[in-house]
């Protein structure tokens, strides 16, 4: 018989799962809606979209998980943590140039964005007081990849897709990266359509690489925000998440 907790009552706890909650909403804010705008228009792009590139993206996207796993990690002992706007700026500046060559280099530019997103997912692990050096953090950082991207409609569930916990082992990382990798393909696909065309591309390629960077960081600051406040207060993560979510609906 599954163990019935009881309800979290703390108004500090409150507090901070209000916190969580409106930053979670804040990744959907203005720019996001903007982006969602160009998502929506890129749909009708990707049926345009070669059909090789198409039945390939789930594949590339995977690629591109593993190879980020391994460029991230190793880069943290080169070049410290950036700040938020620095990772920013970065990835709008590798859209741009990835965009500005239409198909051809946004296919060649989607794995260095890649990594430099899990690269801030991880950054912000460590502020957290994560190692993510940890096979458990390393899981945890592609959790935060399962999150609906900012071109799709998110119902705030995505904190506990794959909640069920693997056995930290190396076929559990290439078993999750390979669950996660068609739901983040078929935004990364968006990105690809949206970037499709040579100068109008970079424009849209640039815009959309601010986005998706500005919400996977709000998305792991409230995922590693929450982890923290469970390890910090003794309180089962389970539960907060279930009151955190209740807070994303309202």
């Keep these: 018989m599954a163990e019935i907790l009881p309800p979290v009552t703390d108004p500090a706890l409150l507090g901070e799962l209000d916190a969580l909650a409106r930053r979670h909403r804040a990744a959907g804010g203005v720019v996001m809606q903007l982006i969602g705008y160009v998502g929506t228009s890129a749909e009708s792009l990707l049926e345009k979209l070669p059909a090789p590139v198409r039945g390939g993206l789930d594949g590339a996207t995977e690629r591109a998980l593993s190879g980020a796993m391994v460029a991230a990690e190793r880069s943290r002992g080169i070049v410290s943590d950036r700040p938020d706007w620095l990772n920013r700026t970065l990835t709008a500046a590798m859209g741009a140039a990835g965009g500005a060559g239409?198909?051809?280099?946004?296919?060649?530019?989607?794995?260095?964005?890649?990594?430099?997103?899990?690269?801030?997912?991880?950054?912000?692990?460590?502020?957290?007081?994560?190692?993510?050096?940890?096979?458990?953090?390393?899981?945890?950082?592609?959790?935060?990849?399962?999150?609906?991207?900012?071109?799709?409609?998110?119902?705030?569930?995505?904190?506990?897709?794959?909640?069920?916990?693997?056995?930290?082992?190396?076929?559990?990382?290439?078993?999750?990266?390979?669950?996660?990798?068609?739901?983040?393909?078929?935004?990364?696909?968006?990105?690809?359509?949206?970037?499709?065309?040579?100068?109008?591309?970079?424009?849209?390629?640039?815009?959309?690489?601010?986005?998706?960077?500005?919400?996977?960081?709000?998305?792991?600051?409230?995922?590693?925000?929450?982890?923290?406040?469970?390890?910090?207060?003794?309180?089962?993560?389970?539960?907060?998440?279930?009151?955190?979510?209740?807070?994303?609906?309202?």
Aim: neutral net charge.
């Design 102 to 250: 239409g198909l051809a280099s946004s296919l060649a530019e989607l794995p260095f964005t890649v990594t430099m997103l899990l690269r801030a997912i991880q950054g912000i692990a460590a502020e957290h007081g994560f190692d993510p050096a940890s096979d458990e953090v390393r899981l945890e950082c592609l959790r935060v990849f399962a999150s609906a991207g900012p071109l799709e409609n998110d119902d705030g569930m995505d904190l506990s897709f794959l909640a069920a916990r693997a056995t930290i082992t190396g076929p559990s990382m290439k078993s999750l990266i390979a669950k996660v990798a068609p739901r983040l393909s078929a935004v990364l696909g968006q990105k690809l359509a949206a970037q499709a065309a040579p100068v109008l591309g970079a424009v849209a390629g640039a815009a959309v690489n601010y986005a998706f960077t500005s919400y996977y960081q709000e998305i792991a600051r409230v995922h590693f925000g929450l982890k923290r406040l469970a390890r910090d207060s003794g309180t089962d993560e389970g539960l907060l998440r279930e009151e955190l979510v209740a807070r994303i609906a309202k």
